[in-house]
T-cell receptor, first 113, second 116 residues
Framework: DAGVIQSPRHEVTEMGQEVTLRCKPISGHNSLFWYRQTMMRGLELLIYFNNNVPIDDSGMPEDRFSAKMPNASFSTLKIQPSEPRDSAVYFC???????????FGDGTRLSIL | AQTVTQSQPEMSVQEAETVTLSCTYDTSENNYYLFWYKQPPSRQMILVIRQEAYKQQNATENRFSVNFQKAAKSFSLKISDSQLGDTAMYFCAFMKLGGSNYKLTFGKGTLLTVNP
């Protein structure tokens, strides 16, 4: 079975540029999560969707960050404009029924120069 | 709000030996799940084991087992017969059950090194 698919795996760009990270959840999963991982703060939940609807976006750092889930099989996390402090690994995870664990993608390593 | 604490930032163990990683949590909830995730250098987040709070029996998965002490809010991970491939960052995580919010609260992680 295909797991959670994230793209790109690595992204290097200059500050000020728009960055779009993509995620395809596991088919049949109805919850999707975006996390950011840094050495300083560990794993932080940015936002999560249930049935394509954002449920909790309290972790989104500021207005430069936005996330969408237009359908059950696709989500994006956008940063515009990007800043060097946004450099991190961004994970997407999806989850099925209530008692099931989250399954993570391989992450996108983002470097903002 | 829930908090998860992993008090050992780093640990090391010799191959074939047993090691225990500590995790404590704080919650007022009664129904929840606890998880251990492994993150090797490849950076994938891999589920190792999970425990339902309502179950008294400790979960086991091959060489991995937990010691779940609900009253003490403790959830340690024991790795038996350690292998070089067990070298990774290990994260303890909490998930509340019920309602519609299934977010995970993670600890800061423990970096485990298995030495040959």
């Amino acid at each position: 079975d295909a797991g959670v698919i994230q793209s790109p795996r690595h992204e290097v760009t200059e500050m000020g540029q728009e960055v779009t990270l993509r995620c395809k959840p596991i088919s049949g999963h109805n919850s999707l999560f975006w996390y950011r991982q840094t050495m300083m703060r560990g794993l932080e939940l940015l936002i999560y969707f249930n049935n394509n609807v954002p449920i909790d976006d309290s972790g989104m750092p500021e207005d430069r960050f936005s996330a969408k889930m237009p359908n059950a099989s696709f989500s994006t996390l956008k940063i515009q404009p990007s800043e060097p402090r946004d450099s991190a690994v961004y994970f997407c995870a999806s989850k099925g029924a209530e008692n099931q664990p989250q399954h993570f993608g391989d992450g996108t390593r983002l470097s903002i120069l | 709000a829930q908090t998860v604490t992993q008090s050992q930032p780093e640990m090391s163990v010799q191959e074939a030996e047993t090691v225990t990683l500590s995790c404590t949590y704080d919650t007022s909830e009664n129904n929840y799940y606890l998880f251990w995730y492994k993150q090797p250098p490849s950076r994938q987040m891999i589920l190792v084991i999970r425990q339902e709070a309502y179950k008294q029996q400790n979960a086991t998965e091959n060489r991995f087992s937990v010691n779940f002490q609900k009253a003490a809010k403790s959830f340690s991970l024991k790795i038996s017969d350690s292998q070089l491939g067990d070298t990774a960052m290990y994260f303890c995580a909490f998930m509340k059950l019920g309602g519609s919010n299934y977010k995970l609260t993670f600890g800061k992680g423990t970096l485990l090194t298995v030495n040959p």
